[in-house]
């Protein structure tokens, strides 16, 4: 909707990592929850950085118009 709603002055991008930290205050029961989402698996912090840097770097994804 901010897409719509600001483009094309403004671009928007959006990371969706899914599960990558554990949870605070609970058993890290993410391997088992992983077995029942379509990846099938618990990401990493460093897969939230290279989607950044992606987005920073990428002269097809400007940030500045």
Known sequence: MAAV???PKIR???ISPGMILPPVNRPDDRKARAAK????RVGDPK???QTLQFL???DYVPVRS
């Open 5 to 7: 709603a600001w483009g």
């Open 56 to 58: 920073l770097t990428n």
């Open 37 to 40: 989402i379509p990846l099938r």
């Open 47 to 49: 897969y939230i950085v």
């Open 12 to 14: 928007v991008n959006g």
